[in-house]
């Protein structure tokens, strides 16, 4: 079943990254159109629309980038046992119980502060983030392990 969830999630990141370069392919041709116009109104127009494809790719890269070392991390604490398990109470609505999430943070906070240059201890604490519902410092978290995993590897 994980392995079904696991390609339906590729699969739609497949689709949207699809979705993405076309739109990127439509508005570098809209911007070389308006370029090509001889008010300097749309040429300047155009000339912005240049830029949004380069950023759309940049950060479609950087996305893909970011979720592909997070899986081959996963795949390294889960062959290693150090994946943190996924027992804390839920609500009947399927989410974490906040305070329940709250406490088990502590526990990954502390061993992230005693091991910071472990990449293991940031993933976890990555996820302990986002489980208490903090995305922010969930990614932040994940961009450190990242960063260590990448200088040790």
Known sequence: MAALKLSKTKIWVGLIALLLVFYMVIMLQRSLLLM????WTAKLLGAAYLLIPFVAAWALISELRFGA???AMAK???AEGGLPEDNL???PGGR???AAADAEFEKYKLEAEAAPSDWRSWFRL???Y????DR???RQAMRDAIAIYRTKA
């Open 69 to 71: 070392t997070t899986e």
């Open 96 to 98: 974490i119980v906040r």
């Open 136 to 138: 922010k410092r969930a």
């Open 126 to 128: 990555s996820c302990a």
């Open 76 to 78: 390294v604490l889960e």
């Open 130 to 133: 986002d489980a208490a519902g």
């Open 36 to 39: 090509g116009d001889p008010d």
């Open 89 to 91: 109470p839920r609500t």
